[in-house]
């Protein structure tokens, strides 16, 4: 509202704020489709890609529905855009398009997604990307709260779809996520082992029998494609192009 009093004032006649001037502005959306505008045309040549980063951070595209505010962390703003992110920030909050709530950022009016034509078009734009991107930040959440557990890493399909995609605005959970990703699951034939293999250049292995955490086993300078358990109480896994092979004892009551 504070957006639509102001742009009212600047076209009042003598003192009067009209109905007919508040019409004119186009009301609360309107009034803050002009302001971001306004901010918009001002940055410096670096920050308009800074401030669309920042601002498309704080939507959530609809799936069949309207789109809508999505409150953020500052550090995972921090860490998802480049450059000037702090000072851009302070002057969208200085413009009353966002509101700094504590650690916690926030659009003002869900008028700034549907009033401003630049806005809409770069959600417009990119509205398959951001889908994906915030079903990859939901997931990534869940995986950092139930202790990385590989059952929650993508596989498949979701996995393909960021193949090719520009992943320059992921956080660190989110690349780390997606490094973590599992390529082969193995079980010992006795089945008092499980091992695990992937992007993270690691293969790990559990017991079945308790809770106790996975031996990770390195050597590897990139995916491990496969994971086996081999003749002779032996476990082997090679790299994603063939190229190393790494064979340890499979022993179920140590490593």
Do not use: C, K
Not at 8 to 21: D, G, M, N, Q, S
Not at 99 to 121: K, N, Q, S, Y
Not at 147 to 152: A, F, I, L, P, Q
Not at 213 to 225: I, K, N, Q, T
């Amino acid at each position: 509202m504070s957006h639509a009093l102001l742009e009212t004032w600047r076209r009042r006649r003598r003192r009067a704020l009209t109905e007919a001037v508040y019409n004119a502005v186009g009301g609360v959306s309107g009034a803050i489709a002009r302001t971001a505008e306004r901010l918009y045309t001002q940055l410096s040549p670096e920050q308009p890609a800074v401030a669309r980063d920042l601002l498309l951070m704080l939507i959530t595209p609809g799936e069949g529905a309207q789109d809508t505010r999505r409150p953020a962390l500052r550090t995972e703003l921090a860490a998802t855009t480049h450059g000037d992110a702090a000072l851009v920030l302070e002057r969208l909050a200085r413009a009353r398009l966002v509101t700094l709530d504590d650690d916690t950022v926030h659009l003002v009016h869900e008028a700034l997604i549907t009033g401003w034509p630049r806005l809409r078009m770069w959600i417009e734009t990119g509205r398959e990307v951001l889908r994906a991107h915030r079903r990859l930040t939901n997931t990534a959440g869940e995986w950092a709260e139930h202790s990385r557990d590989d059952g929650v890493l993508y596989r498949g399909v979701r996995l393909a779809e960021w193949d090719d995609r520009d992943t320059g605005q992921l956080n660190d959970l989110e690349h780390e996520f997606l490094q973590g990703v599992v390529w082969s699951v193995a079980f010992a034939p006795d089945g008092r082992l499980v091992a695990t293999s992937g992007n993270a250049a690691t293969t790990r292995r559990w017991r079945t029998t308790d809770s106790s955490p996975p031996a990770v086993l390195h050597g590897f300078g990139a995916s491990v494609e496969n994971t086996n358990f081999l003749a002779g109480n032996r476990f082997g896994s090679s790299h994603d192009d063939g190229t190393v092979s790494r064979l340890w004892r499979a022993v179920a009551g140590g490593w």
